[in-house]
């Protein structure tokens, strides 16, 4: 429906304002102006020529288990380095205002809690954190090594990110306190999310079957675009803190 830019529609700071339960699903976009780059955007420096969309996948750890764990060392570096941006602050600050908020999110990079969220569900694992590849067991304080990626200490395979790759399924907890969040929502914010990868992908639109106002927050248009109740054109980091001071207020 109607589509703004840096003026938001006062039918939806209403209806945001006046509701008691909001669900938000934020994707890479959202981290973009941090310094993270999304899947889609073009990558620079040593890894320009690999394309994260073939990285991020079990068959490329099968194949080549030095070279996704050497990227994932480099990605784990440059988020480290980086830091939450306005757009993560907003969502924490928004947080205390609605009676129930649920922070979904498909973001491995822990920036959310870095900036004071709470309640907040990550579909997609956290690459601070690392399993072992055969028996899915958490390891904390993995074996430093170089060259190949470390050894589980139990069980001798080896050791993997702990995020969930193309073509994997979905920690169940994580998915069905998501669902649950969404059945429940009235107000359903979607940002920087490409709404392509599945499952979450699919989020929005439940919500929307579900009645509940459809928020999107892109500086690009998505399939979820002419199905959002309200579409806000606009990077994350700039439309949020204007949102947080108008629902706040
Ligand atoms: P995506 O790469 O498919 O889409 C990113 C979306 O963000 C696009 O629609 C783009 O238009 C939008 N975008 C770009 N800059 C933006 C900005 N400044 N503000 C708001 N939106 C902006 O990302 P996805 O939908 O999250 O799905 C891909 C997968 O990538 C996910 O599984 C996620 O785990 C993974 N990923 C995570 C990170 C991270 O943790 N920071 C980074 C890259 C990829």
Request: proline content about 7%; some cysteine; glycine content about 6%.
């Amino acid at each position: 429906m109607a589509a703004s830019t840096e003026k938001f529609s006062s039918a939806m700071l209403e209806i945001l304002r006046a509701s008691s339960n909001v669900a938000v699903l934020t994707g890479a976009g959202i981290s973009a102006e941090s310094g993270v780059p999304t899947f889609r955007q073009a990558q620079t420096g040593l890894w320009s020529q690999f394309d994260p969309l073939q990285l991020a996948t079990p068959q490329a750890f099968q194949n080549d288990p030095k070279l996704v764990w050497d990227w994932y060392a480099w990605r784990r570096k440059l988020i480290s380095e980086s830091l939450p941006n306005s757009g993560h602050h907003a969502l924490a600050d928004l947080e205390n205002y609605f009676p129930e908020f649920t922070l979904i999110t498909q973001n491995v990079d822990g920036f959310h809690q870095l900036a004071g969220s709470k309640a907040v569900i990550e579909l997609h694992g956290n690459i601070f954190r690392t399993k072992c590849s055969q028996e899915n067991r958490l390891i904390t304080d993995p074996p430093q090594t170089t060259g190949t990626p470390p050894r589980c200490p139990h069980c001798g395979e080896l050791l993997r990110p702990d995020v969930v790759w193309f073509g994997e399924s979905l920690p169940a907890e994580a998915l069905n306190n998501a669902m649950r969040a969404v059945n429940a929502c009235q107000v359903f914010i979607s940002i920087g999310t490409s709404t392509l990868v599945e499952p979450a992908a699919s989020l929005p639109f439940i919500a929307l079957n579900n009645g509940a106002t459809v928020v999107e927050i892109n500086p690009q248009t998505t399939l979820l675009t002419p199905m959002a109740s309200y579409s806000v054109r606009g990077k994350a980091a700039e439309v949020l803190p204007k949102l947080a001071v108008e629902v706040l207020r």
